[in-house]
């Protein structure tokens, strides 16, 4: 069973740039397609990204597509999320989730498709 701890959030204005982590703890991450979702206060968690197992295969939310890019490296047990040209509505608790994937290309974009989460951190992009 995998622990996923993510870190890197906090307070930015309009047009700055975050870069989230996820470390991952007690499984092999190699073996785990990986997402990161997000929830606005009062709004339903939604998907903002995805990765396959090795990396090579990527999805991404259309609010989020060209400013946001998912990344892993499997040496370090780590996902990443880079976050460019941020806006306001960006504004969210960040969770990144894990999948045990079959199949090396398999990348998930639904939220019931992943079995772990993290804690989530905290996003605010000021106007």
């Known amino acids: 069973q995998v622990q996923l701890v993510e870190s890197g959030g906090g307070l930015v204005q309009a047009g700055g740039s975050l870069r989230l982590s996820c470390a991952a703890s007690g499984g092999t991450f190699s073996g785990y397609a990986m997402g990161w979702f997000r929830q606005a206060p009062g709004k339903e968690r939604e998907f903002a990204a995805a990765i396959n197992r090795s990396g090579g295969s990527t999805l991404y939310a259309d609010s989020v597509k060209g400013r946001f890019t998912i990344s892993r490296d499997n040496a370090k047990n780590t996902l990443y999320l880079q976050m460019t040209s941020l806006k306001p509505e960006d504004t969210a608790v960040y969770y990144c989730?894990?999948?045990?994937?079959?199949?090396?290309?398999?990348?998930?974009?639904?939220?019931?498709?992943?079995?772990?989460w993290g804690q989530g951190t905290q996003v605010t992009v000021s106007s």
């Open positions: 989730a894990a999948k045990p994937a079959v199949f090396s290309g398999d990348v998930y974009r639904s939220l019931n498709s992943y079995d772990y």
